[in-house]
C-alpha cells in the first residue's frame, strides 16, 4: 500500500513547494553523506568498497529505470555497463598516447555515450515489444556480446583484458588520482550527478509516461502515445548511465574484461535492484549498497557466497516482494504516528528466532560443502571459532536441533509480531483520523 | 459540404473464415449522441476496435473528419482527436487518480516525450487535470491508486482519461454496464455533461440509457446495421423489435 503511495506520487501546488524543499535537503544530505564517508571509513579496503557502492548505485538505478519504473525486465544490462567500460579503457589509453588535454573527471562522459549508441542499435530491436518478448531479446544481445567479447579479442582483450593507467592523463589542480580516495570522490561526484539526473527523470512527463506503460501498456496507445517509443527512449537513457557507471568502474580497476559484459554481471544488477526494491526510488540504492558489501564480505567468509545470494534473493522475492525499502517505507506511517517502538519487542524476538534458524541453514550449507567439494582438506572443518569433525554425527545434530528451534520459534512468534503489526496500524490510522 | 465527424463505408471484419462485421456503412455527424445498440455477439465492440485503431478492417474506409484513418495505429487516431473507453475498465491501476487522468492530459499540451520539463511544474498540465477530475467527480479522491477505487468510481476514471486529451469524438463502450441504478443515473448526467459541444457515439445495453441519451440509434445485428433512426423511430421499427428489442424487453 505504501509502496502505491510511493510511486502514484501527488500534486497540488502547496504539497509541490513542501515536496520541494524536503526533496533538495535530502540531496543535500546526500551529499554531507557521500563527502563524509570518508572520514569515517579510512582503511584502504573501505574507500574501495565505498567507490565500488557508488558505481553500483548508479547502475542499479539505471536498470531500474527499466525494470522498476517502466516494466521491462532485462537480462543483458550489463552490455551497456561493460562496453561503457571498455570504451573508457580505450579512450584513456589514446589520450594518454596523443597527451590530449582531456583530466579523468570528464572521461565517463565517453562510457555514457557509448552505452546510448548501443542501447539505440540494440534497443531499436528489443523494446518494439515489451514483456516476455524484450526479456527473451535482452538474453540473447547479452550472449551475442558476451561471445563476441571472446572473438574480438583486439577490442576485448582476451581473456587478460584491457589494462590502463589513470594517473597518467591530463591533470588539473596537480590531481594524478593515483590515491584511492581521489578516485572515491570522482565516484561520488558522478554518483550524485546521475542520481539526481535519473529522480528528475522520474518527475517529468516521459518519466510519468514510463509508469502508465509499466501498468498497462495498451491503455497508452488510446491516449495519445506509443510505448514502443516510451520504452526505447528509457532504454537509451538507462544505457547511457550504465555506461557511466562503466566507465567508473574501468577508471577505478583499470583493467576490463570480458566478465564486465558478461551475464553475471547482468544478474547482479538485476538482484541488487530487486533486493533493495524495484517500486521505490530509493530502493536499487539500499540494494546496491547491501550487495556491494555482501560481495566483498561474504566472499571472504565462505567461498560459496554465491549460494547465499540466491537464498536471500528467493526470500525477498516470497516474503518482502517490495524488497528493502518496501519492508522500511511500510512502517513509515508508523514512525509518523510514534506507534513504531510498540513493534520493537516482537520484532526482536522475532529476529532471534530467524537467527537461530539461519544459524542452523548455514551450518548445514557448510558442512555439507565441506564434506563434499573439500573432502581432500580431510574432515575438520572451523566455522564460528570453534572447529569440528564434519564427519562425525554431533555437528549435523547440531544444525539440525537449530534449524528446527529457530523454525518452531518463527511460528510462535510471527502471530505475536502479526498481532503487534496490527494493532500499530490501527493505532497509526485512529491516531490520523482524529 | 461538412465531412462528417465519422465515417464508416463498407466496413468488414473477418476472423479467419468467420465475418464478424458484414459491410458497415455509417455517417456521424458533428455534435450528434449516437448510440449502437444490439444484441451480444452482434460485433459492436468489434466495430469500436476498428474505428479506434485496435483492429485493421479486412475491408472498408474509416473516415475522421474527412481523413482517411484506415489502418492507422491508436495513438495516430488518437492524436486525431479521438479517444475511446473500454467496456472492461482499462486504467494504470497503481497510479493515483491524479496520475491517470494526468497521463490522459499530457500529449494534447504537446509535452510527448518530454525529459526536460519538470511535470509538477507545468501550470496548464495541472489546471487541466484539475478541470477533467472536477468533471467526473473525483476531485476528493486524486490520491487514491486508482486500483482501490470503487467500481463506478473506475467507470467515472475510465471517462475522465478518454475526455483528458480534449478529443473531439467521444467513443464509449457500455458506460453503464454493472451499475446499479442510481449510479448509471449519475453516469448518465456525466455523459450528458462531458459529450456537450462533442461527437459521442456509445454503445450500450441499457435502453433507458439509450433512449435518454441518444439523438440517433443504429442497430447493429450480425455484423450488420438493420437500421439508423431517431430514437422514436427506432422504437417503431418492426425489424428492431423482432431482431432487437423483441427478445430483451424487459
Known sequence: MTQIAETAGMATPARDRFAMLRRSGIWIVAILLFAGLPLVFRSGSALTMLSLMGIMIIFALSYNMLLGQTGMLSFGHAVYYGLGAFFVVHAMNAIIRARYPIPLPVVPLVGGIAGLVFAIIFGSVSTRRGGTAFAMISLGLAELVASSSLILRGFFGGEEGITTNRTRLFRILDINFGAQIQVYYLIAAWCIVCMIAMYALTRTPFGRMCNAVRENPERVEFIGYSPTIVRFIAFCLSGLFAGVAGGLAAINFEIVNASYVGVQQSGVVLLAAYIGGIGHFVGPVLGAILVTYLQIMLSDVTEIWQLYFGLMFIAVVMFAPGGLAGLLLMHAPLLRARVLHRLAGPYLLLLAAALIAAAGVILVIELGHHLMAKASDGSVMRMFGVSFDTASVSPWLIAATLVAAGALLTRIVWPIATQAWNDAIAAARTGARS | ?250
Open chain 2, 1 to 250: 459540404m461538412i465531412a462528417p465527424a465519422l465515417e464508416l463505408s463498407g466496413i468488414r471484419k473477418d476472423f479467419a473464415r468467420t465475418q464478424i462485421i458484414r459491410g458497415v456503412d455509417l455517417a456521424i455527424p458533428r455534435g450528434e449522441r449516437h448510440a449502437i445498440i444490439g444484441p451480444n455477439g452482434a460485433g459492436k465492440s468489434t466495430l469500436f476496435n476498428l474505428i479506434s485503431g485496435r483492429l485493421r478492417p479486412s475491408a472498408g474506409i474509416i473516415r475522421l473528419h474527412g481523413g482517411d484513418i484506415t489502418g492507422a495505429r491508436p495513438q495516430e487516431i488518437n492524436r486525431r482527436g479521438l479517444a475511446r473507453s473500454f467496456q472492461i475498465t482499462n486504467i494504470f491501476p497503481r497510479l493515483s487518480v491524479w496520475e491517470n487522468i494526468r497521463c490522459g492530459v499530457l500529449w494534447s499540451l504537446h509535452y510527448k516525450y518530454s525529459f526536460w520539463h519538470g511535470i509538477d511544474s507545468l501550470r496548464d498540465v495541472r489546471e487541466r487535470t484539475e478541470h477533467v477530475l472536477h468533471e467526473i467527480n473525483l476531485s476528493n479522491r486524486r490520491e487514491v491508486p486508482a486500483g482501490v477505487l470503487t467500481y463506478a468510481e473506475q467507470r467515472a476514471l475510465e471517462i475522465g482519461i478518454t475526455i483528458a486529451g480534449g478529443a473531439e469524438i467521444i467513443l464509449l463502450d457500455e458506460p453503464t454496464a454493472g451499475m446499479s441504478h442510481a449510479e448509471a443515473e449519475h453516469a448518465v448526467a456525466l455523459i450528458r455533461k462531458i459529450s456537450e459541444g462533442r461527437t459521442l457515439v456509445m454503445i450500450e445495453h441499457d435502453m433507458s440509457v439509450v433512449f435518454d441519451l441518444a439523438d440517433r440509434i443504429s442497430v447493429l445485428v450480425y455484423g450488420q446495421i438493420i437500421a439508423s433512426d431517431a430514437p422514436p423511430k427506432i422504437k417503431a421499427n418492426a425489424e428492431v423489435q423482432q431482431a432487437y428489442l423483441g427478445t430483451v424487453a424487459a
